[in-house]
């Protein structure tokens, strides 16, 4: 348990600088601040599976599975390159909400950082339940692996997706139901009064659908970490770095999601690969290394052939 609250004193820590020192005045994230803070989350998510090395070889974390120190290391990194890749629809999903609701961009920020403080504590609550279940009931790991693969398939073959219309959710519906929504944009606000009644503006309004948002995309990326290993930390802890690094890849992506077009046949590959992986786990035994090698060269190339394409259109 200490380690636990170590780690997330450290994450709340840093969030609180972020909103209260390095973010403490709204303003337009560039293309440059988002691509340095890009690389210092990377980097220091890849310097954390040194942590996890330590921390695995001194036996300071519970390891229900007995995993050796080299394999719990390789399974993190797997475990963050699969939600960080799963991240790259919830971005263009993000983008369609702003547009949506005509959030300015100094203020975006503002939202994406308490989106992810209710997603810590949905992914948390997902992990936890997801975990139970795998070691409860080991036949759900089929169900998990039969889900991945579908949805990979369903990725494949649907030409194009219907249109989502943040306006047109369940969850904007509601929130119109429970208290009435403002039309324009008061500051950093998200709740204003209005006539003597408290009023909802449009940055409360797509926070809550970006919530919901992030929950139904943990249905993919939860089962597909789960592929890689059940244990509760390495699982959380790589969640949780990607979730953190969500942010900045968004304000870095935002503006070129056309030229990662190629992007979704990588995760295609690699919610087949995990889903495979799961349903055929009592007879395919895959390397920890053959794993993340499958999994960093599908993203590899289809950022290659992204880019390639791209320049040869411009």
């Not at 959710?169 to 009064?193: A, W």
């Not at 077009?261 to 390397?287: N, Q, T």
């Amino acid at each position: 348990m200490i380690v636990w609250s170590c780690f997330l004193i450290a994450i709340f820590i840093f969030l609180a600088l972020d909103l209260g020192v390095f973010n403490k005045t709204p303003h337009i994230i560039s293309t440059k601040e988002a691509s340095k803070w890009t690389g210092i989350w990377v980097t220091i998510s890849f310097l954390f599976s040194g942590v996890i090395y330590w921390l695995y070889s001194n036996n300071y974390v519970a390891n229900p599975d007995g995993l050796k120190p080299a394999v719990a290391t390789m399974k993190f990194i797997t475990g963050y390159l699969i939600e960080l890749s799963l991240s790259v629809d919830n971005i263009f999903v993000i983008a369609i909400i702003f547009a949506a609701f005509k959030i300015p961009k100094k203020y975006q920020h503002r939202v994406l950082f308490w989106g992810i403080l209710g997603a810590i504590v949905f992914r948390g609550i997902m992990i936890y339940f997801g975990v139970l279940l795998i070691h409860k009931f080991s036949w759900t790991t089929y169900i998990f692996g039969a889900f991945l693969f579908y949805t990979a398939m369903k990725m494949l073959f649907t030409d194009e997706e219907e249109q989502f219309d943040p306006k047109k959710s369940f969850v904007f519906k509601m929130i119109k139901k429970i208290m009435p929504i403002t039309t324009t944009i008061d500051g950093e606000h998200f709740f204003v009064k209005r006539k003597h009644i408290r009023a909802a503006t449009p940055l409360f309004v797509a926070l809550l659908v970006i919530e919901v948002m992030d929950v139904i995309f943990a249905l993919d990326s939860v089962p597909a970490i789960l592929a890689i290993t059940s244990d509760p930390f390495l699982v959380f802890s790589s969640n949780i770095f990607a979730i953190l690094g969500l942010r900045s890849m968004y304000f870095f992506l935002a503006n070129m999601l056309e030229k990662f077009s190629y992007l979704e046949y990588s995760l295609i590959a690699i919610l087949s690969f995990v889903g495979l992986k799961m349903l055929l786990h009592d007879f395919i035994e895959i390397p920890e290394w053959g794993s993340l090698a499958f999994i960093a060269a599908a993203l590899l190339t289809g950022i290659a052939v992204s880019l390639t394409k791209s320049k040869k259109q411009s």
